[in-house]
């Protein structure tokens, strides 16, 4: 600092004259602010610049009332695909595409096995929007959901408004089944019937089955309209099917040495409506909590299945009756391969015929049964084992659905369910449950191949339909983001923007 001397009056006056500092060396000094231990509280003093008012901070919306109308729409398809038992992946994007193609591009979606949740964001002036929507009952409707995913696609591609949308909805969700239920009764029994001669029956066994699984359906309709739970349905079903088995057995009606065959074909039925195929799309999709849900479900149908199939081994010995022979599992011959196909075909017609599908569909599903029987006896020759051999057959059967059920109009949820039917362990299940409930000291290996076998064929037609992604957008388009495997709803996921 130098010293200024200025005259005043003959007096000399010293003024201090600030100059800047020497340049110093530049050393690391520790803010030691930071070292307070409130200093993470401390709110910043500094002055931000003022946000106008004016400006919109959020997306331009439409009214309150159009927003909640749109969410109402999506909720309500996304009931019908959930009902009908479509993937939580698979609603999700489709009330994702609906809602972005409506006006509505910030929204988000949450499925919990039971609940649908949507929610619309509308900026930081306004708070967010959400409905909630319950699924209460499911029913077999291909036919609906059919008609659901046409209507999706007219929304998604701009076709229909949300008020055309929502009266095709209603015309859609309170139209009747396309054929009466007799005729679902008479295809449950054309299920069990092809089965047997899949597993090498004759026509004896096939007409057995085919009146018991019947009788079965005509039960469960019945005792539904008191509200019975499914749980005891199944029992009810697996009940019915064994003990129906063991009387035919001590009459003498049946000439053949397999009339445990009526039995497994029985059980093939009552497994074909578990949404197993959904909890193992759930899982590999991330939606962890909606697919232990419907495990449970799977397991507590199977559950009931179980006990009543044990409960009749179990009167069957205390009253001494003659039981059925130790299902055996014969091995196949080349000549043998025309029966399984045309069996596994049959059997995919009338599952998805039970389901009121339409011809269309169900003319494809007997297309998806025939490769599936096919490719799975073709294995069997060659001595692979069944897992391994469900798996591959599950796998082209989700592909073949993948890459041609759209291109035709049918959804491939049906027939990736209906051309795995004829590959359901019902022959194995009653193997498994018969060792428990009559051999004493039995293991429960042959069980256990049966649950295996049946995610084998849940888990590959995932991956089928997984596989056929790139096909349907171009062989040589192999680098595309996949969107996961698509069973319902749009194949394209909707662009989101998240500024």
């Known amino acids: 600092?130098?010293?200024?001397?200025?005259?005043?009056?003959?007096?000399?006056?010293?003024?201090?004259?600030?100059?800047?500092?020497?340049?110093?060396?530049r050393t690391h000094r520790p803010n030691l602010l930071r070292r307070r231990p409130w200093h993470v509280?401390?709110?910043?003093?500094?002055?931000?610049?003022?946000?106008?008012?004016?400006?919109?901070?959020?997306?331009?919306?439409?009214?309150?009332?159009?927003?909640?109308?749109?969410?109402?729409?999506?909720?309500?398809?996304?009931?019908?695909?959930?009902?009908?038992?479509?993937?939580?992946?698979?609603?999700?994007?489709?009330?994702?595409a609906i809602t972005a193609a409506l006006g509505l591009p910030h929204c988000e979606v949450d499925v919990i096995f039971t609940s649908i949740t949507v929610t619309c964001h509308r900026g930081t002036d306004l708070a967010p929007v959400t409905a909630l929507r319950v699924v209460r009952s499911r029913s077999l409707d291909y036919t609906r959901l059919t008609e659901t995913e046409k209507l999706i696609r007219k929304i998604v591609r701009g076709h229909l408004?949300?008020?055309?949308?929502?009266?095709?909805?209603?015309?859609?969700?309170?139209?009747?089944?396309?054929?009466?239920?007799?005729?679902?009764?008479?295809?449950?029994?054309?299920?069990?019937?092809?089965?047997t001669i899949l597993l090498g029956g004759g026509p004896d066994i096939a007409l057995v089955a085919f009146v018991i699984s019947g009788v079965i359906d005509r039960i469960g309709r019945f005792v539904n309209r008191y509200s019975l739970p499914f749980f005891f349905q199944q029992v009810i079903g697996g009940l019915v099917a064994t003990l129906s088995a063991m009387a035919i057995v001590s009459s003498g009606l049946l000439t053949t040495d397999r009339p445990?065959?009526?039995?497994?074909?029985?059980?093939?039925?009552?497994?074909?409506?578990?949404?197993?195929?959904?909890?193992?799309?759930?899982?590999?999709?991330?939606?962890?909590?909606?697919?232990?849900?419907?495990?449970?479900?799977?397991?507590?149908?199977?559950?009931?299945?179980?006990?009543?199939?044990?409960?009749?081994?179990?009167?069957?010995?205390?009253?001494?009756?003659?039981?059925?022979p130790l299902p055996e599992v014969t091995g196949s011959t080349p000549r043998d391969l025309p029966l399984v196909v045309i069996g596994g075909a049959g059997a995919s017609a009338c599952f998805a015929l039970a389901s009121y599908s339409k011809m269309r569909a169900t003319l494809v599903a007997m297309a998806a049964g025939a490769i599936g029987a096919a490719v799975?006896?073709?294995?069997?020759?060659?001595?692979?084992?069944?897992?391994?051999?469900?798996?591959?057959?599950a796998t082209l059967v989700g592909f073949c659905g993948g890459v041609l059920a759209r291109r035709l109009?049918?959804?491939?949820?049906?027939?990736?369910?209906?051309?795995?039917t004829p590959l359901l362990p019902g022959l194995s299940t009653y193997r498994g449950l018969y060792q428990i409930g009559v051999e004493p000291g039995a293991d429960i290996s042959t069980l256990v191949?049966?649950?295996?076998?049946?995610?084998?064929?849940?888990?590959?037609?995932?991956?089928?339909?997984?596989?056929?992604?790139?096909?349907?957008?171009?062989?040589?388009?192999?680098?595309?983001?996949?969107?996961?495997?698509?069973?319902?709803?749009?194949l394209e996921p909707a662009d989101r923007r998240l500024e």
């Open 1 to 25: 600092m130098k010293i200024s001397e200025r005259t005043n009056g003959g007096k000399a006056t010293r003024w201090p004259l600030l100059e800047p500092p020497a340049q110093r060396p």
């Open 41 to 96: 509280l401390e709110a910043p003093t500094g002055e931000f610049p003022a946000v106008d008012a004016e400006e919109a901070m959020g997306p331009q919306l439409p009214d309150d009332a159009t927003v909640n109308f749109v969410l109402d729409l999506s909720l309500r398809l996304g009931e019908v695909q959930m009902a009908s038992g479509a993937g939580a992946s698979d609603v999700s994007a489709t009330i994702i």
């Open 161 to 195: 408004g949300a008020e055309q949308a929502q009266t095709e909805l209603e015309r859609i969700t309170e139209a009747p089944h396309p054929y009466p239920r007799w005729v679902a009764t008479l295809a449950w029994g054309g299920v069990a019937a092809f089965i």
């Open 260 to 324: 445990t065959l009526v039995v497994a074909a029985a059980v093939t039925v009552l497994l074909s409506g578990l949404s197993t195929v959904s909890a193992v799309q759930d899982a590999i999709t991330g939606y962890n909590v909606t697919a232990a849900g419907r495990t449970m479900e799977v397991v507590l149908m199977s559950a009931g299945l179980i006990s009543g199939v044990v409960l009749a081994l179990r009167i069957a010995v205390l009253l001494k009756l003659p039981l059925t």
């Open 376 to 393: 799975y006896g073709g294995l069997m020759l060659t001595e692979l084992d069944g897992v391994s051999s469900s798996a591959i057959a």
């Open 409 to 420: 109009g049918v959804t491939p949820l049906v027939v990736a369910v209906s051309g795995i």
């Open 449 to 490: 191949t049966a649950v295996a076998i049946g995610l084998a064929l849940a888990a590959g037609v995932v991956l089928g339909e997984w596989l056929a992604q790139p096909v349907r957008t171009g062989l040589g388009r192999l680098e595309r983001r996949f969107a996961g495997p698509r069973m319902a709803g749009p």
